[in-house]
């Protein structure tokens, strides 16, 4: 098992989140369609792949990434791009044989940026074109489309375009999603970065998602980041006893792989430079303090809420995070007590919430009522800086 | 002769042929097989790992990927399948994401004809396509993927071209590299990627960040010595097992960035200017990027640099503020900021921070350049370097070595500005420096250099000059000069003495004593100010101590006759007080002659006290005529008449002469 940092994480090296793809599996089944939903970093792109990789049966998976799709037309056209990439076509080849001759029956040189030209000379555009191609599938597979960064294009649209026309996009989803005839043969898997109700909540098309199942991803447990990190530090052999796993896990808290990884990468590290098989609390500590002063950037996190936040919303600000550093998380409870103290109102908290989640500082994931930072490497950099 | 026969090879690892360059990859090894080892292990049936090499200019990112890219091209199991691209240093041409692929086309088209004969043509005919800019990746991918082969991109300046992609390109980049496995990045870049840490970002976290830092003394050894032929070698090795320290502090000063121990160490070393000239054309090569860096500054930040590379060494936050006129919160606000944009470092010293340009080099360039051509500003880095690497005897063979070189007309002429100007600025003085000077301003002129009219005064023409001056004038001149040799440390300490500027007249009082001065008159004054002006007795006694060790002066012998005869150490106090009396001017110092003598009389010592007031040359008995009969009162019973001789008039002083002994007496 590799220590993979940044890059989605597949094959023997995918750590098995049972849970998550249990749950999928299970929805998948029961016909819903998925909005996967977790802070960045957390491992929704590899959960993704893990599906993709190891389908059951009955079903062929498509992964299709549209975080540059700035357009209706260019979502679209994306998604009917990876149908006639040669990865996914060999895996329909036995299993959707007409889907597999419909699409090899497309004339490359009829795709234009709009859409087919027919021989007729009229252009269908790709919706209509994709909506046809899953109408044609006769096979009792169905299809599972994951589309990952759905919320990023939409916002992608609302700029550049208008929001209209992501409202729009979101309405053919929707109606695609209804149409039975379309749902008995593909679903769609939707995640992203950024949280797909926030962006559709700011054009007020709330309504078209409602009917989507929502998967959270949650960290590990416990005793599995043990197991995780047995199995990372074997792997590249270095000893690690249990305590020192324990201590590790203590640090961090928010147990995502991914944090996990940069510290035993940094640990591999220093045992690397001072020439030794092991790792210990000290060298784990050296860890933290190593990543944390290779962000030093964390600066400009906390230089930013200056910036945006002004006398008694800047307090306000600073007092969560401050809180969040310390205690680990924050309920609503407490938020709503510390609105009094400076005399917030509801949008006002609400707003500094929104913004504080956008950016990436913290999180309401999985429980809605509990916040935490996104990052536990940025607690321990608040905490260490900020709030001392 | 330099430490390569090619001098472009300190900045450009590229134009060395891959034997030299193999054989002088000795240090980073760990960080290279690190990454190594994960290309040769990954499965390239999945997405790889993409990296970004992260450090300051000269810390050997470029070499690094040199060095990936020649071992995949010799690994019999890699070089099968997996081909490296690597570009010219500055991709200027890639402006977009586009045209990166198609850089990438028309360089394996170029590079592995065999295999990509038409890549690029086939590429080009679909130009004009309206959905080129959609399908360009998949046309290469597609072509690629057909040969079995995968791709590694070894990306210099990975930043810059990440910088010059719009949003949507980025957002395309992080799809394509979350989606295929048939090329992996590693890059290079002197500061972290913006993308990598803001949250808004694609690239939030996505890339391994490997971290250059500067060697350590080993790996410095290691480095160096692997340089240049057997010979350069030998005087290499020589240099670190004499006098290993010297590699240390140029490894401090340099902090350990290759590239600059190179050319620092042949500057030392050659005499001729090359490497030199060198310096001077990589540090053209940066001007443009340096001074963008400076001019995407506002300008109170601006300010902030320009105190702290004039400064060279580092400074306080109080120090900074002071000299640009800063409300010192402001200021440590604003160094944060210049910490993020990392051009400046800070080194914790318990409650404060020291801060330094980050970047040696880019403090050099910034000397070099902004520095004011009439004083040591624009040097300054080089006489840190000279007073480092030698002692003041080393220092003197090079300046003489250095004329001697002129006056045979075998220097470049910047070469000869600089160090002329540095070695004066380092401490060499007296007729050494003013000949010097002399024969490199003659050079210059002959030559029709323009840099002759910017060389300084020697120590002799200010000398002259103060002499022509009135006092306070000539203080002030002699205050202003920024030169460190013996004797303007001297005369600036003295300066500053008359001034009343007393910590300043320690300061370069002292320096002066490190170079070597000993002149009687610097201790003397030291003396003086901790005595008189601090009342702090124990480096006063110190200091005399020390003064009178190297030679007697009116002054220390006062001082020792004083502690000797305090410690009851008579004879050694008879020595001393007899050298003190042989000075001229001995009589202005009466109150310390009747002090002295009072102790003697009062520690009973009747007989030595008589032998003093009687030595006929001085005539102490018939100045000390109180005195006298006030010891004559002790020895009575031998010298029954002579208390008997005192005149009446004497009577009163020569009683509270005696109460004051006996008060002397039972205070012991």
């Known amino acids: 098992m590799a220590i993979v940092v940044g890059q989605t994480v597949r094959g023997s090296d995918f750590w098995n989140r049972e849970v998550e793809v249990g749950n999928i599996w299970d929805s998948i089944n029961s016909g819903s369609h998925i909005l996967l939903t977790a802070p960045r970093r957390v491992g929704k792109t590899s959960i993704m792949y893990k599906i993709l990789d190891e389908p059951q049966e009955k079903y062929i998976v498509l992964y299709v990434d549209t975080e540059s799709a700035d357009s209706k ?134 309504k078209h998602i409602n009917d989507l199942k929502n998967i959270k991803v949650y ?18 052999s270095l000893d690690i006893e249990t305590d020192t796993i324990k201590y590790i896990l203590d640090k961090i808290e928010w147990l995502i792989p991914f944090y996990i990884q940069l510290i035993i990468d940094e640990s591999k590290i220093i045992a690397r430079q001072t020439k030794v098989d092991f790792i210990n609390i000290d060298m784990i500590d050296k860890a933290i303090n190593n990543a944390l ?92 800086n900020v709030a001392n | ?91 200027y041409s890639i402006r977009s994401l586009s045209i990166l692929w198609e850089e990438i086309a028309e360089f394996l088209q170029l590079n592995y004809n065999d295999t990509f004969p038409t890549i690029y043509d086939n590429m080009e005919e679909h130009f004009e396509d309206d959905d080129y800019e959609l399908k360009v990746f998949s046309y290469l991918e597609t072509a690629i993927k057909k040969q079995k082969k995968k791709l590694i991109l070894l990306l210099d300046n990975i930043d810059e071209l990440m910088g010059k992609l719009k ?87 340099t902090t350990g960035v290759p590239r600059t121990l190179v050319i620092l160490y042949e500057i030392f070393l050659n005499d001729d200017g090359n490497a030199f000239d060198d310096l001077l054309k990589i540090l053209d090569e940066v001007t443009p990027l340096y001074k963008h860096r400076m001019d995407d500054l506002p300008t109170n930040l601006q300010a902030i640099v320009h105190a702290i590379a004039i ?26 900021q210049l910490e993020k944009y990392q051009i400046i470092e800070s080194i914790s010293t318990g409650k404060n921070k020291i801060y330094m340009i980050k970047e040696r080099f880019f403090n050099i360039w910034y000397l070099m350049r902004n520095g004011r051509k009439s004083d040591r500003q624009r040097v300054e880095w080089l006489v840190q370097f000279l007073l480092a690497w030698h002692n003041t005897k080393e220092l003197e063979e090079k300046a003489e070595k ?47 250099s323009s840099l002759s009219s910017h060389i300084g005064q020697s120590d002799y023409e200010i000398m002259q000059q103060f002499l022509e001056l009135q006092n306070d004038e000539a203080d002030k001149l002699l205050i202003g000069y920024s030169k460190d040799s013996k004797d303007m440390l001297e005369f600036k300490g003295l300066a500053h003495y008359r001034q009343n500027n007393m910590e300043q007249a320690k300061r370069f009082l002292h320096k002066t004593i490190e170079k070597g001065n000993n002149e009687s008159l610097v201790y003397d004054t030291l003396f003086k100010i901790y005595f008189f002006n601090d009342s702090d007795m124990m480096n006063a006694q110190n200091i005399a101590m020390k003064g009178y060790k190297i030679k007697a002066s009116i002054i220390n012998t006062q001082v020792m006759t004083t502690m000797l005869i305090s410690e009851k150490m008579f004879t050694e106090s008879y020595k001393i007080f007899l050298e003190f009396l042989e000075f001229d001017k001995y009589i202005l110092h009466y109150d310390f002659i009747k002090f002295y003598l009072l102790r003697l009389i009062s520690f009973k010592q009747y007989y030595k006290s008589k032998e003093f007031l009687e030595i006929p040359k001085y005539k102490l008995k018939e100045h000390f005529k109180p005195l006298w009969f006030a010891l004559m009162y002790f020895m009575q019973d031998e010298y029954p008449y002579e208390y008997k001789k005192m005149g009446s008039e004497l009577k009163e002083n020569v009683k509270d002469i005696i109460t004051e002994i006996e008060s002397m007496r039972n205070a012991i």
């Open chain 1, 293 to 384: 002063e290779h962000r030093n950037y964390f600066e400009s996190w906390e230089a930013k809420i200056r910036t945006i936040f002004k006398d008694n919303k800047y307090k306000f600000t600073k007092e969560l995070l401050n809180k969040i550093s310390s205690d680990n998380q924050i309920d609503t409870f407490d938020i709503q007590n510390l609105s009094d103290k400076y005399s917030l109102d509801e949008d006002e908290q609400k707003d500094i919430l929104r913004t504080l989640k956008y950016d990436g500082y913290i999180d309401n994931n999985p429980d809605i009522k509990i916040y935490r930072f996104n990052s536990p490497i940025l607690k321990l950099w608040w905490y260490k």
């Open chain 2, 167 to 253: 949003p949507k390109e980025q957002q395309q980049l992080r799809e394509i590299l979350l989606s295929t496995s048939t090329f992996r990045i590693v890059g290079g870049s002197t500061k972290m990627i913006e993308q990598q840490f803001d949250y808004s970002k694609p690239f939030y976290e996505f890339f391994k960040i490997v971290k250059l830092s500067g060697l350590n003394f080993e790996d410095s050894k290691k480095f160096m010595l692997a340089l240049g032929n057997d010979e350069q070698k030998k005087r290499i090795l020589q240099v670190i097992t004499d006098t290993p320290q010297r590699l240390e502090t140029l490894r401090k000063l």
């Open chain 2, 311 to 336: 400064n060279w060494d580092g400074m306080l936050t109080g120090e900074i503020a002071k000299e640009i006129r800063m409300d010192s919160k402001i200021v440590s606000s604003q160094l944060k």
């Open chain 2, 1 to 91: 002769m330099l430490l390569t026969n090619d001098s472009l090879y300190k900045y450009n690892p590229d134009d060395m042929s891959e034997e030299s360059f193999l054989d002088r990859f000795v240090v980073r090894d760990d960080i290279f097989n690190e990454i190594f080892d994960d290309i040769n292990s990954a499965n390239y049936k999945v997405q790889p790992q993409h990296y970004i090499i992260v450090g300051q200019r000269g810390q050997g990112k470029t070499t690094l990927l040199r060095k990936i890219e020649i071992e995949v091209k010799k690994d019999k199991k890699l070089s099968k399948f997996l081909l490296p691209i690597k570009f010219a240093e500055e991709q």
């Open chain 1, 73 to 206: 037309n260019e979502f679209w056209h994306k998604l009917f791009n990876r149908l006639l990439e040669e990865e996914f076509l060999n895996t329909i080849k036995t299993k959707a044989k007409n889907l597999y001759d419909n699409i090899k029956s497309i004339n490359p040189k009829k795709l234009s940026l709009s859409g087919i030209e027919l021989e007729d000379g009229n252009i269908v555009d790709y919706h209509q074109s994709f909506k046809r191609l899953i109408y044609d599938i006769d096979t009792d597979m169905k299809l599972i489309i994951m589309v990952d960064e759905f919320a990023q294009t939409i916002e992608n649209i609302i700029d550049n375009e208008d929001k209209k026309d992501a409202v729009a996009l979101l309405k053919e989803h929707r109606a695609l999603r209804q149409d039975d005839k379309f749902s008995s043969k593909a679903l769609f898997i939707y995640a992203g970065s950024i949280g797909l109700e926030g962006v559709v909540s700011t054009i007020n098309s709330s």
């Open chain 2, 402 to 448: 250095f004329t001697k070189a002129i006056k045979n007309g075998d220097v470049k002429s910047n070469y000869a500005f600089y160090m002329c100007e540095a070695l004066s600025y380092a401490g060499i003085g007296g007729d050494l420096e003013h000949n010097m000077k002399d024969s490199v301003k003659d050079y210059l002129n002959n030559i029709g």
């Open chain 1, 219 to 236: 960290p590990l447990e416990y005793n599995d980041a043990i197991l995780f990190v047995k199995k990372l530090t074997s792997s590249i």
